[in-house]
């Protein structure tokens, strides 16, 4: 069993920049690959990033490239998202997720934090 608890979220200015975090507990954290994924009211859960079990793979979101990195620290349990320069348009309450076999599917994901929400003002 993992529980997954996300902070760092708030509002902020377009340009700005916010780090999210997740904390895990569980002794298996390190076996889980790790993904953000975000929502907007009336649209599917959106894939932004994700990091393999030991951290050195990563893909994101087309549009997040170059302006969000996705990090993970196996010893303190926890996924950061930091996300600079940010737009109006990546506004959404951003969920940590974990999976064990690795899977992208928002569908089949093994566990969910409960999201903290992102607000960029024009």
């Known amino acids: 069993q993992v529980q997954l608890v996300e902070s760092g979220g708030g509002l902020v200015q377009a340009g700005g920049s916010l780090r999210l975090s997740c904390a895990a507990s569980?002794?298996?954290?390190?076996?889980?690959?790790m993904f953000w994924f975000r929502q907007t009211p009336g649209k599917e859960r959106e894939f932004v990033a994700v990091v393999g079990r030991s951290g050195t793979f990563t893909r994101y979101l087309d549009s997040v490239k170059g302006r969000f990195t996705i990090s993970r620290d196996n010893a303190k349990n926890t996924v950061d998202l930091q996300m600079n320069s940010l737009k109006p348009e990546d506004t959404a309450v951003y969920y940590c997720?974990?999976?064990?076999?690795?899977?992208?599917?928002?569908?089949?994901?093994?566990?969910w934090g409960k999201g903290t929400t992102v607000t960029v003002s024009s």
């Open positions: 997720a974990a999976d064990l076999g690795g899977s992208i599917n928002p569908r089949t994901m093994d566990y």
């Open positions: 569980g002794r298996t954290f390190s076996s889980y690959v």
